[in-house]
């Protein structure tokens, strides 16, 4: 019995970590992505910031699609 409490608990602190990490990349891309429309886009870069808070992977994908001025 308790060994398999113990790797319960690995397994808790295995998601927990890989939460962790998620966290920490969908803040990078938000950052990254709000510094560089500050540069590179006309569309406010709060707006584009707010889009990848919500949506992740279609945000970053539309913002370099649609967002980043091409000159």
Do not use: C, K
């Not at 019995?1 to 927990?16: H, T």
């Not at 891309?29 to 540069?39: C, E, H, N």
């Amino acid at each position: 019995m308790p060994s398999s409490i113990l790797l319960q608990e690995g397994a808790m602190a295995i998601v927990f970590l890989f939460g962790l990490l998620m966290l920490a990349v969908q803040i990078g891309l938000i950052v990254w992505t709000y510094s560089d429309a500050q540069r590179n886009s006309s569309h406010p870069a709060f707006l584009w910031a707010i889009v990848i808070f919500f949506a992740p992977l279609l945000g970053i994908v539309l913002y370099l699609l649609l967002g980043r001025d091409l000159v």
